[in-house]
């Protein structure tokens, strides 16, 4: 899995990564340091991967391509 910060989800919405197929990114509570993170899915990978867990709190869509 790919957690990536708030400030790289957000350069990755913006098309800064445009090379990379992202599909979708999650926002969650790090169960680690309680912190949000944020889970980045590609293309060709489960859409739903981020799903509630004891590692994975309180998961949502922060982004989703456009279908």
């Known amino acids: 899995m790919a957690t990536v910060s708030k400030s790289i989800a957000d350069k990755i919405i913006a098309?800064?990564?445009?090379?990379?197929?992202?599909?979708?990114?999650?926002?969650?509570?790090?169960?680690?340091?309680g912190e949000d993170s944020?889970?980045?899915?590609?293309k060709g990978e489960d859409p739903e991967k981020y799903k509630a867990s004891p590692?994975?709190?309180?998961?949502?869509?922060?982004w989703e391509v456009a279908k």
């Open 15 to 33: 098309g800064e990564f445009a090379e990379d197929p992202v599909i979708k990114i999650v926002k969650y509570r790090n169960a680690f340091d």
């Open 38 to 42: 944020y889970g980045v899915i590609y």
């Open 55 to 62: 590692f994975v709190i309180n998961p949502m869509t922060y």
